[in-house]
């Protein structure tokens, strides 16, 4: 038989259902690259993610680097050559000739999108089997409407962010734009998981593009 307990616990399931259906993922938006750059004169990019937090800006380039080495580029992380907190353009031009980096791979967020979701009300029935048997009745028509219950959810709202982030390929030494990607990811439980989403988009996107 349901308890009040078990219908509370599947008016609950329905409701986080279609929270817990939206895991974080990344889709690439747009990409452009330049026609006349010829595929493979770069092969060293410097990776550099902008970032208000320290923390965000290493997990970050240190990902999307492993993805870079992953299908054989040879990236590197720029907080490993530039470890300073307040990083400017300027540094970076400066001194990145000493370096052996040929070009500069820079992802930033440039839009935050909010959207609000509504979910309606639901009715469903359940049969009265969950963890048991039906209650035995003397009579079938008895055990007939013993066996299933009515079970409403309330609608609700709740708000999502999605978070578009741009990453372009430059030239070092002409600083020419070589490639450039646009990429949505959903708002995420784990800023972990987001990242490893949005790198997979990314490094799929090169590979495609054959920039390296």
């Keep these: 038989m349901i308890t009040s307990r078990h219908l509370s616990t599947l008016v609950l399931v329905g409701m986080l259902a279609p929270i817990a259906a939206c895991t974080p993922s990344t889709a690439l938006v747009t990409s452009w690259h330049d026609a006349s750059y010829r595929s493979g004169a770069l092969r060293k990019p410097l990776v550099l993610a902008v970032a208000n937090k320290g923390v965000v800006r290493v997990k970050l380039e240190d990902a999307l680097t492993r993805g870079l080495r992953g299908i054989g580029v040879d990236a590197v992380a720029s907080y490993t050559l530039f470890p300073e907190k307040d990083l400017t353009a300027a540094t970076i031009k400066d001194r990145l000739p000493s370096t052996d980096r040929d070009s500069v791979m820079v992802t930033r967020l440039v839009d935050v999108k909010r959207e609000t979701v509504v979910v309606p009300a639901e009715t469903e029935v359940y049969p009265l089997g969950v963890g048991g048997y039906p209650a035995y009745a003397s009579r079938w028509d008895t055990y007939y409407t013993q066996s299933y219950s009515v079970v409403s959810s309330p609608g609700y709202t709740y708000e999502t962010k999605k978070y578009v982030l741009q990453t372009n390929l430059y030239e ?30 990314i490094v799929k996107d090169v590979e495609k593009n054959r920039l390296f």
Excluded: H, Q, Y
């Design 172 to 201: 070092a030494a002409s600083e020419k734009l070589v490639w450039t990607a646009v990429t949505e990811s959903e708002e995420p439980t784990s800023l972990d998981d987001a990242i490893g989403s949005f790198v997979g988009v």
